[in-house]
């Protein structure tokens, strides 16, 4: 049951102030995602269990928790049984991305991958999107089955096709927004439809929420993908340069590739297809991607969008969930992990 939080509307909310609206829904996500992901195959919770305690932010959750509340949704459960289900598509997706990807660090520890097999996190990320659907089964509305499998089906879309462009510098802004909208903003999306329908919003409200939800999607990942370049690496939970390691290239080398000279054309070419990059040579293509704005071009278009998505939050009256949403968008673009 949601808490009552005391406090004057005053315009955007901090996280911390945030979390306090959400406590106690938020600690009843968390004993939902523990109890829904056992199973008498010891292994299934075991690794669930390595990859929900990892330092998760609940992003997801939290908009399915904010959005049903701005809609008028009390007093029942499927908000947190929808929460638990959108924490467990992205669990699974963090899974497989690792696996494919054959990264060795999540959140600053071991990855699943790593620390349990390739076979096991496939085989478990599996389980974890099986038991979302079978979560929704007994819960949902067609309306959000069709949303949550829409979301689902860009998911597996967006990361062929990040991996049809892994590597190719000559991808367009058009379509790393594409990429980034199926394989990050299709989920978030579907969470902020999720409250509309949940909270039984008009039509012209639940197209805000889905616009919204869209436009922080898109911002969350442009600086996920900007503080792959700047981030502390003990506080990015994974080497810094990670992405550009593995071939992914993203907005601040695009913006940067497209405004380089020839010559430092060249040296992204050479660097990108290098599979053992150092420590120094990624130094100079931080240096080259600043020296191209392609950060700071990066971090414009991530606030255009977080700007973008508040603004269809005029659909709604002024009020505590408004502010929010507003704050947890201007987290999005000013967090440092």
């Known amino acids: 049951m949601q808490t009552m939080h005391k406090r004057a509307v005053s315009g955007i909310m901090g996280r911390q102030e945030i979390l306090a609206l959400l406590e106690g829904d938020l600690k009843s996500v968390e004993t939902s995602i523990h109890l829904n992901y056992q199973s008498d195959v010891a292994m299934i919770p075991l690794v669930s269990d390595y990859l929900t305690n990892g330092g998760g932010k609940r992003l997801r959750p939290m908009l399915v928790l904010l959005s ?53 996190a496939v085989l478990v990320g599996d389980y974890l999107f099986a038991k979302s659907f079978s ?17 689902t089906r860009y998911l597996a879309e967006g990361e062929v096709l990040q991996l049809v462009h892994n590597g190719d510098l000559e991808i367009t802004e058009q379509k790393y927004l594409d990429v980034i909208f199926r394989k990050t903003a299709a989920l978030i999306t579907a969470c902020c ?18 616009s919204f939800g869209k436009n922080i999607g898109i911002a969350f990942q442009i600086v ?19 992405d550009i390691a593995e071939g992914h290239i993203t907005l601040p080398v695009i913006h940067a590739y497209q405004m380089a000279s020839p010559e430092d054309k060249e040296f992204l070419r050479k660097t990108v297809k290098d599979e053992t990059l150092t420590r120094q040579r990624m130094g100079d293509v931080i240096a080259l991607v600043t020296r191209y704005d392609g950060l ?30 507003s704050g947890l968008a201007e987290y999005i673009i000013h967090r440092k992990y």
């Open 135 to 151: 979560l929704m089964a007994a819960a949902s509305s067609p309306e959000i089955i069709h949303s949550v499998s829409e979301a």
């Open 68 to 120: 049903s509340r701005l809609c008028g949704y009390e007093g029942g459960d499927r908000a947190i049984v929808h929460s638990t289900v959108v924490e467990y598509i992205h669990a699974a997706t963090l899974l497989h991305d690792d696996v494919v990807d054959d990264s060795d660090q999540r959140r600053g520890f071991a990855s699943a991958n790593v620390k349990f097999g390739n076979s096991m």
């Open 296 to 325: 700071g071009y990066s971090s414009r278009m991530a606030e255009k969008y977080a700007k973008d998505a508040i603004h269809e939050l005029e659909a709604f009256a002024p009020g505590l969930y408004v502010d929010a949403l």
């Open 193 to 210: 439809q999720i409250g509309g329908y949940l909270g039984k919003a008009t039509p012209e409200r639940r197209r805000a929420l889905e």
């Open 224 to 242: 996920d993908d900007l503080l792959d370049f700047v981030a502390d690496e003990k506080t990015l939970g994974k080497p810094v340069g990670q």
